[in-house]
């Protein structure tokens, strides 16, 4: 069975940084895409970074370019994202999700894609106060 773990979110001042993590457990990790998603309140789920599971390359949504990073430690199954200058907006649960091959994630993997194992966690949520 397939599970992801993430931790690390918290409540943060603006400006500051966080380190979100996600442990994989139950399929072969070192090959798979990973990406992390954020779903605000009242808000649809939204693709955030994806790391490509072979050449560890990196994509993220165009207005968080520059804030987050996304990597990975395949000797711990995990996946992390760091994302510094926090602004309010961020405010969000933020879930990470395995893919079915080593090809990166994206926007249209938010949920029920194909490209995904599409087995998500519980989140690990981040509040930041203005």
């Known amino acids: 069975q397939v599970q992801l773990v993430e931790s690390g979110g918290g409540l943060v001042q603006a400006g500051g940084s966080l380190t979100l993590s996600c442990v994989v457990s139950g399929i072969p990790f070192d090959m798979k895409a990973m990406g992390w998603f954020r779903q605000a309140t009242g808000k649809e789920r939204e693709f955030v970074a994806t790391?490509?599971?072979?050449?560890?390359?990196?994509y993220y949504k165009d207005s968080l370019k520059g804030r987050f990073t996304v990597s990975r430690d395949n000797a711990k199954n995990t996946v992390n994202l760091q994302i510094t200058s926090l602004k309010p907006e961020d405010t969000a649960v933020y879930y990470c999700?395995?893919?079915?091959?080593?090809?990166?994630?994206?926007?249209?993997?938010?949920?029920?894609?194909?490209?995904?194992?599409?087995?998500w966690g519980q989140g690990t949520r981040v509040t930041v106060s203005s």
């Open positions: 790391i490509n599971g072979d050449c560890g390359r990196t």
């Open positions: 999700q395995i893919g079915q091959t080593s090809q990166g994630l994206g926007p249209e993997d938010v949920q029920g894609s194909p490209s995904i194992i599409d087995s």
